[in-house]
């Protein structure tokens, strides 16, 4: 079952910050593909099977911006 989620996230302004947080989410286990638009602040995450929302706040943390929320 493969699972869809599209989070808001804080503080991406360029093409540098997209490719950032893409290269970040794109190492978790189970995500088959990251789209992240500094334009809108929106990431969208498509996994294999259920995402853990903690998991992607923290590397999103961790790569120096801040995850908001589920949209």
């Known amino acids: 079952m493969s699972t869809t989620a599209v ?4 503080g991406m302004s360029c093409g540098h910050c997209e490719r950032t947080v893409t290269a ?3 190492a978790l286990p189970g995500v088959t593909g990251v789209d992240a638009r ?3 602040g929106q990431v969208t995450v498509e996994s294999a099977g259920d995402l853990d929302e903690a ?3 923290s590397t ?3 790569a120096g911006f ?3 929320g589920r949209i």
Do not use: I, K, Q
């Open 7 to 10: 989070f808001s996230v804080e």
């Open 24 to 26: 970040g989410l794109a």
């Open 38 to 40: 500094a334009a809108t």
């Open 55 to 57: 998991l992607v706040r």
């Open 60 to 62: 999103v943390g961790e």
């Open 66 to 68: 801040t995850l908001v």
